[in-house]
């Protein structure tokens, strides 16, 4: 506070690069002791971080598509094998994001909220309904609530960061930052409002984990739902950020 709002000039998109992460990690959300609320996430770790050189660490949400894309090639990139017919494969914008941190000595995590087990954990309870609507999108009226942008994934990157300094020794607890794109861009969003139940509820922990946390294209309107998070602040630092065709409000 105040809020600043700058305008930064359009660039060149990053070219699409492979750089396999380090590891794989699993932690509990602090959404539930359940199962279906124990979260992976894929890190990358710099080579100059260790447990006596700590680095800072960026912890992404990812978009409403999931972390993955079904590719019919088998090759390095794969990571999960579904079927003869399909390759799991990190979406590139992931990697090439950890490789452009990495190379300036930050950790990344990617949290995978859509986990198989959550999934299915979800369609157990829709009655074996695994439409688009019911999972993974979270967009319909339909979304299930453990995968509601602004009102369960936000305990999912407060668990991240209540396990990171942990599971990844090398990361620095006091260096942790947020960042979120399009559907996990409203759940780092709304994991700061002072009004959230992230934060009510943990009035010393929660988002304030977070040295600082980066919302990109969140959906401002939380689902079109009538939520308690109006007049809110943030409990940390936030930017937000949108193009200059896309309103953000």
Same mark, same amino acid.
């Given at each position: 506070?105040?809020?600043?709002?700058?305008?930064?000039?359009?660039?060149?998109?990053?070219?699409?690069?492979?750089y396999q992460p380090t590891?794989?990690?699993?932690?509990?959300?602090?959404?539930?002791?359940?199962?279906?609320?124990?979260?992976?996430?894929?890190?990358?770790?710099?080579?100059?971080?260790?447990?006596?050189?700590?680095?800072?660490?960026?912890?992404?949400?990812?978009?409403?598509?999931?972390?993955?894309?079904?590719?019919?090639?088998?090759?390095?990139?794969?990571?999960?094998?579904?079927?003869?017919?399909?390759?799991?494969?990190?979406?590139?914008?992931?990697?090439?994001?950890?490789?452009?941190?990495?190379?300036?000595?930050?950790?990344?995590?990617?949290?995978?909220?859509?986990?198989?087990?959550?999934?299915?954990?979800?369609?157990?309870?829709?009655?074996?309904?695994?439409?688009?609507?019911?999972?993974?999108?979270?967009?319909?009226?339909?979304?299930?609530?453990?995968?509601?942008?602004?009102?369960?994934?936000?305990?999912?990157?407060? +668990?991240?960061? #209540?396990?990171? *300094?942990? $599971? !990844?020794?090398? &990361?620095?607890?006091?260096? %942790?930052?947020?960042?979120?794109?399009?559907?996990?861009?409203?759940?780092?969003?709304?994991?700061?409002?002072?009004?959230?139940?992230?934060n009510t509820g943990n009035?010393?922990t929660g988002a304030k984990?977070?040295?600082?946390?980066?919302?990109?294209?969140?959906?401002?309107?939380?689902?079109?739902?009538?939520?308690?998070?109006? +007049?809110?602040? #943030?409990?940390? *630092?936030? $930017? !937000?950020?949108? &193009?200059?065709?896309?309103? %953000?409000?």
């Amino acid at each position: 506070s105040p809020a600043v709002a700058l305008t930064i000039a359009d660039g060149t998109a990053p070219t699409a690069i492979t750089y396999q992460p380090t590891g794989l990690v699993t932690f509990q959300s602090k959404l539930g002791t359940g199962a279906e609320d124990k979260i992976e996430a894929y890190y990358w770790k710099p080579a100059t971080a260790s447990a006596t050189a700590k680095v800072p660490l960026v912890i992404v949400a990812h978009g409403h598509t999931g972390v993955f894309y079904c590719s019919g090639v088998d090759d390095a990139r794969t990571l999960y094998k579904l079927d003869d017919s399909c390759y799991l494969k990190l979406q590139s914008q992931y990697p090439s994001l950890a490789k452009e941190l990495n190379d300036k000595g930050i950790g990344m995590m990617l949290v995978n909220s859509f986990t198989k087990v959550r999934s299915d954990f979800i369609v157990s309870q829709h009655g074996g309904d695994g439409s688009w609507a019911i999972f993974p999108a979270g967009l319909g009226a339909n979304r299930d609530a453990k995968v509601s942008d602004h009102a369960a994934r936000p305990f999912d990157l407060f +668990g991240a960061a #209540a396990a990171a *300094p942990t $599971v !990844l020794t090398w &990361a620095h607890s006091a260096k %942790l930052v947020g960042l979120g794109y399009s559907h996990g861009g409203t759940a780092a969003m709304a994991m700061t409002l002072s009004k959230h139940p992230v934060n009510t509820g943990n009035p010393t922990t929660g988002a304030k984990l977070f040295k600082r946390v980066f919302a990109a294209y969140p959906g401002c309107a939380m689902g079109n739902v009538d939520t308690t998070y109006t +007049g809110s602040g #943030a409990v940390v *630092p936030l $930017v !937000l950020g949108t &193009a200059s065709t896309d309103p %953000l409000m």
